[in-house]
Structures are given as C-alpha cells and as structure tokens.
C-alpha cells in the first residue's frame, strides 16, 4: 500500500517552481483524479527539471560537439587467416563467459513506437515473414537456443514503460514466456520525465494528468539501479549485458565473438557497428574526442565531417551505431551510484496532445513543446577501455522504425528472408531467386531449429530438403 501523497507539500513545490497552473482543473476532479495527478507530481524532481528548463527551454544552444572529433578505431569484419583466427579465439572466450552463467540478455522495450504506429508493445508486432512470430518471440528463441546449447541460465530483462508494462507482461504470460523458465524473464519499468511547452511550462494531457513520456533508452541504466535489476543480476553472478532494442529482428542475443572480444579488453561498455551506406544515413557516429568514445547522433554531425572522405575516396566518420551494447555490471553500477545520475537529458520538440482551458484534448499540428531523454550512448565517453566491433548488417541489423518505406516491417522481413535464403544456400539447399537475386519465396529459419550452418545442414538433411519451392518456415521440430 503507498501513503497518500501529501497535497500541501507537493502543491507548494509545484508552486515554488512556477507550476501550479496544474491544479487549475482540481475543483472538478474525483478523487481518484487528484491522486493520480498528485502521484504524477510527487515524482518529479523539480530541481532537475528547473535546471532542464533553464538549459533547454528558455536558453536553449546547439548541442555542444567536442572540437577535436576523429574517427573511432574499429575492429573490422575479418579479411585475414589470422583475423579469423582471433575471432575464432574470441568466440571460444565468449562461450565459456555464456557456459559460466556471466552474461544477461537485456532489451529496451519501454519506447512509444509513434513511428510504427502499431496498437500494443512493439515487442508484439508480428515480424516473422513466415511464422509471423512476433518480435518477443524470435528474441526468446535466440535466447532460448544459447540456453540450450550452452547449459546456462541466461537471465533476460525485459525493459518497459509506464503505457506498456501491463500490455507486455499479459503478453509473455499469454504465450507462456515462449519456453523460457518463468523466473528468468524479469520485467521492469524505466522512469518517465513530463513534458514541457516552450515556456517551460508542464502540459497538462488530460485535468488530472500531466503529459509524460519515457526518459529515453538511456533511463535504462538507472532504472536496472532503481527497479533492484543490478542487484539480481549480482546475485546471480551475472557480469555482463547483452544489451539491445526490441525493434531489431536480426540481433543476435548473445554473441560470442562480441563478448569475447568485450572481455579480453576489459571494456566497460562495447558497442557494435555497421560502415554508413551514405554520408547521411541515420545512424549515429562512432567518434573520438581526446581518448573518449562518443556516439555523435546523425542529426548532430556536421555536414562537412559527414562527407569527410580519406585519399581513396572513403567515408573518414564510417561507424555507424546500431544500437547493440554489451556492458560491464559494475559499470553500470558505478553510474547510477549515489547522488545524480551520470547521463545528461537531451531535447526533442513534439507535437504533445493538450487539454485547453475547456478541458479539452487538443492533438497540435506542429511542436508544442519538449520532451526530455536519455541516450544509452552517452555511458560511452565515461566507460573504460571501449571496444567497438564491425558487424556484417545483412546477418545482424535491420530495424523496425516506420510503417513504410525505410526500416519499416517490410524492409525487416525482406532483410530475414534474404538471410535465411543464404543460409540454406550455404547449407547446400536451392533457393530461387529473381534475375536480380532477389529470393521469389519467403523463407525464414527459427534458431530453435538451426542455431549454427552446420545445424542447418543436419536439419535440412533430416527433413529431406534439397530445394525450396515455396514460403517455408524451418521451425522448431
Ligand atoms: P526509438 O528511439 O526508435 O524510439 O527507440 P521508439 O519509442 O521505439 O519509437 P518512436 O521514436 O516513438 O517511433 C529505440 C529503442 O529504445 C527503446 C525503444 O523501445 C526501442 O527499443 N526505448 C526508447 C526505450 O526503451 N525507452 C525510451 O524511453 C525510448
């Protein structure tokens, strides 16, 4: 049971912050109204959010960029026998840290998804080209795969929001945790920052309800402090993260060679890339300032950097982020420990639905006003000894963000098929294709069924399969 919140108390520190016009409709709400708009604002940390105001808001300035920005140092797809190799070592590294029960799985799923527009947690949209599995699910089976193969209980933590948690927890228990132990599936719920208009002001959403969103995937690393996440995973001797974002079908939960590679460095935070297809792709850029690693946001890097070439032609800042972490425990412990939080708050102006002086709700056609949010990349310039790893996109990377065009199902689904057609090619099954290669069928393979080339193989073997003629799921059996 929770106190009631104290109305004196909150509505002077509303007031002592220039913000009790959010009482203006308290004479006409219900008591279960006032609770919840007082709960709302005995959340808030004003002296936080008065210094937000004060940055973003009324004085708000170009996001500072470091002067001195290079490009990061990678460690590049492998071309060499002796690249190989050390992949080869780092993946042996990387499955006995999986074997010893080191490493969680971790997704950030508390987003609002406005882009995808889809009705529920993205995590449910139904991804899979064949098995319209849904975005949860194939996570799971990856997951579910590496539990198998490695005898290890691989813990995973599922990050939501305030509008999502119940709708994504009903769904894991509808689906029974897609046969994962119930008590590996961990669920919790990041922070929510309010909103405010360009005066500084909190928006009002509804009389009794102020208009929040999440704080951004950066809240994540406070939330695993706040929600006891940091101490479960100590409990279970669980020392690394696999960190990812619920809208990527083709992540590999856990990777080996990634953590192999995380490990054998000592790094606190290592993050995965894919070299930009052009000068202004909307990733963010792996970048260095001094001897700290920092993400520049797309948005952010200036035109004349971005098109930067090197004698041959090639793109200088080439890194492109794709949103896949690992990170050590006790970094993350060490951010969130004590005092202030070590993230700063960016601004994004939105369109934020408000109620009028009748109280009504009114859905604005342009930017109203700013939301505050944290991005995981920040944690990079205050980690130790980074790694970042070249991935191949086509195997590991290919978002869901929009309804259409771009990153979208459709691109997603294309993206799975294709890999699933050079998959079984390369296990010796004929896939037709289109004068362009294109695959003519879908085709799509669960890890539960195939994890590795030569799983394939034997499972293609068994099921007598030489050639595909149509849409195919290769399921589990
Ligand atoms: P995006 O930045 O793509 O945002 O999130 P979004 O909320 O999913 O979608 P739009 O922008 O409203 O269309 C990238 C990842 O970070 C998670 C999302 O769930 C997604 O996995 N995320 C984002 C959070 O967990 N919390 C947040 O506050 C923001």
Redesign the pocket.
Known sequence: MHNPPDESAIRRRAADAGQDHVFRFWADLSGYGRRRLLEQLAEIDFRQLGRLIERHVRHPEPENLPADLQPAPFIPLPTTDAQRRERCHMRGRGDRLIAAGKVAAF??????????GYNGP??AFRVGPVSERPLFQVFAEGILAVRRASGAAIPWYV???ETNDQATRDFFAEHDYFGLPRGDVLFFR?GMMPAVDFKGRLILSAPDSLAR????????LLALARRGMLADMADRGIEHISY?????PLVPPLDPVFLGYHADAGSDMSSKMARKRDPFEKLGNFCLSGDRLHVIEYSDMPDDLAEQTDGEGRLRFEAGSI?IHILARRFVERLTAGGEFALPFHRAEKKIPYVDEAGETVTPDEPNGVKF??F?FDALPLAENPVVLEIDRAREFS?V??AQGEDSPATARRDMVRLAADRLEAAGVAVPRDNTGEPTVQVEISPLAARTGEELKRVCADRGLTEIAGDTYIGPA
Request: glycine letters at 20%; a neutral charge.
């Open positions: 997704t950030v799923a508390g987003g609002q998804g406005t882009r995808l993205k995590g990050m939501t929001s990041q969103s999440p704080d951004g995937h950066g809240g994540s990812w974002q619920v809208d990527n949103a949010e944290m995981v978002p963000k929009n």
